[in-house]
């Protein structure tokens, strides 16, 4: 076995982990804060890739994506506040349709605003070459790491982690998970439940964005397009993994998804064409089988 | 100080179940006043209507008002309620069971400065030891009378001049029973406070209250002083379980043909 083959791989899973922990990581964060599974997931993944085309046709990509940031945030929040708030207490079930109309109306919207053609970061037409983050990529000892993969090493994952600590230490990591609880007795004690809720759903299109900016050109092109909803499938076997409630289940599942994609890619892709793609919700089914909450689903309290 | 005002309250639940029909009280500023009455009588719905919280339970305020220090509050939302000094502890014990004790009382006082922060909570440590002793522990975990006692102190972190309590005692044995009312009344003496005492246990509720409202069926059927309560045969007879002949079926009978409303 080639020791620097094997880091190498390990790297690059992790990098491409590091992408579905931040998404993931904020798809639960929205579940945890509002018990809605939010289908338009992969929408919000899209727009915020175009959102960063969008600022990378005027500005050098890395500042592009930091500006489509809170952008990005906003619009998490007017979904929050036009769309989820009216369907706060309804019938599960509505909601899940609801979401799922979301997605749809997102996807149409993104086909007015952007068109159907997949696009280049910071380019006008598709057959210009895509604008590059600055390169980071770097060789030692035989193991290879492409810019992209550095940089999603230096920013997602760190992104990711950073959200876990604020959720656990920071004033609003405890009234988040306070309203998570209970939204009455939050609006009892005087916390402002729904300016909470909002925030939640901001921050989730916020990470959206970072992993929609990196993975949009992940099927070549260098930029955005509609491939990006099936990639955002994978916040799905991710979620479920990591426990589904879990913030740092979320994220730890992704790095575990990411370093099983790859070597999957590396080891098991020449005897199984497609295994690759498959792996994630073969997984999801074990999970479910076996482990129903998952690797850090929360254990319920219960008082006998 | 806050007084506050109820005049000719009439709450409707999904817009058909009608469960205020019409009820008036009163609490002075710094007074303590108990609702008494039976499950279903609307003391619940009257915590909830003061509190701005109906709207969580699909419920609205149809007629009359509700005036903290002579605001009307009926139309406003629980935040601004809660501004104005209002503070409700529901029925159930809602603490937040996932966060340990030390984050349920950051998440009740994080409307408060750091240094604020610290001493009310040094208050509350002293004045509940036990909940010292347990604070990184999730709340679920806590036993019924340490989570009242939690409840409590993320009341006092959100520095309430009204405290609305509702059911206290529930499914607590007679000796913690006692033990929440005498930190109830202290808390309140010494803060100040106006409290509205919802109970079932009306003894327990008798010896802390100043003046006493029995509720059933949506409206108030008796108002008085706690002494005039007890004077009262009816209200012994219904909440005190006084003397009735013939054994329960008797005493079953004795309370319908008794009915207030």
Known sequence: MDLALVIQTALNGLANGALYAVIAAGFVLVYRATSVVNFAIAEFMLIGAYLTYTMSLFFPLLLAILLALPLAFIFGVLVERGFVRPLLGRNVVAVIMATIGLAATLDGATLILWGPDQKAMGAADISQLPKEMPNLAFSLGGVFLSSKAVWSLILALPLAILLVLALKYSRYGVLLRAVSESETAALAMGINAPRVVAVAWGISAVMATIGGAFLAGAAGGGGPGHHLILLGLIVFPVAILGGFDSVPGAVVAGLLIGLIEAFSQLYLESLLPGITQAIPFLIVLLVLLFRPYGLFGQHRIERV | MAEINVENLKVVYRGVILALQGVSMRAGAGEAVALLGPNGAG?????????????????????????????????????????????????????????????????????????????LADEIFTRFPRLYERRFEQGGYLSGGEQQMLLLGMALLTEPKILVVDEPSLGLSPKLTEEVMRVLDELRRDKGLTLVLVEQNARAAFSIVERVYVMEQGRVVFEGTAQEAQADADVMEFYLGGAVAGGFSEAKRYRRRKRWV
């Open chain 2, 43 to 119: 003391k619940s719905t009257l915590v909830r209507a003061i509190s701005g919280l109906l709207p969580q339970y699909d419920g609205r305020v149809l007629d009359g008002k509700i005036a903290i220090n002579g605001q009307e509050t009926h139309h406003l939302p629980a935040l601004k309620v809660t501004e104005l000094g209002v503070t409700a502890i529901l029925e159930g014990r809602p603490i937040f069971r996932y966060l340990t004790v030390i984050e349920n009382l950051r998440a009740a006082g994080h409307k408060l400065t750091p240094q604020r922060h610290k001493e």
